[in-house]
C-alpha cells in the first residue's frame, strides 16, 4: 500500500464511493422514492417527458417503447396513481402538476449526466431487488 494511503473498511468505501445522494441530490431521490419503481418506469417518465403532448394507447406506448402492452400496465397505473400520467377512455396522457412536472424535469436531467445516471440505475436497481447490494 502506498505511504500516507490507510486502508478503511469495505463499509466505509462503499458509503464514499456510492454517496447517491450527494451525486443526485435529495429531491432527485425523493422523486426516485416515490415515484419509479423500475427501470420500465424511468422509460415512461423520460418517454412522456420529452413528448408532452403524446396521447397515446396503452398498445401505442407499448409500441414506442419496443414493450409488451401487459408489462407496461402496473408501471402505468403506479404513474397515473402518483397523479403523473392521467388515463381516460383507454388514452394515456402526461399530466403532472406544475411542481413534479419540474421534478420529472430535474429527473430527466439528472438522465443525461453520465455520473449521475450510474447512480440512477444503482438507486433503482436497489429499490428493486434492496438484498443484492449487502
Not at 407499448?62 to 388514452?91: F, K, W, Y
Amino acid at each position: 500500500m502506498p505511504r500516507g494511503v490507510v486502508a478503511q473498511p469495505a463499509a466505509i468505501e462503499r458509503a464514499v464511493v456510492y454517496d447517491l445522494e450527494g451525486v443526485l441530490g435529495p429531491a432527485v431521490m425523493e422523486f426516485v422514492d416515490r415515484h419509479v419503481r423500475s427501470l420500465l418506469t424511468w422509460d415512461i417518465l423520460v418517454f412522456f417527458h420529452r413528448n408532452p403532448d403524446a396521447v397515446l394507447d396503452l398498445e401505442g406506448l407499448a409500441s414506442r417503447l419496443g414493450r409488451r402492452a401487459e408489462e407496461l400496465t402496473p408501471e402505468v397505473e403506479a404513474l397515473c396513481d402518483g397523479r403523473i400520467l392521467s388515463r381516460a377512455g383507454g388514452l394515456i396522457r402526461y399530466r403532472p402538476a406544475p411542481e413534479t412536472r419540474e421534478a420529472v424535469g430535474r429527473f430527466v436531467d439528472s438522465c443525461q449526466d453520465r455520473g449521475r445516471r450510474l447512480a440512477l440505475i444503482a438507486l433503482v436497481l436497489h429499490k428493486i431487488n434492496p438484498a443484492a447490494g449487502q
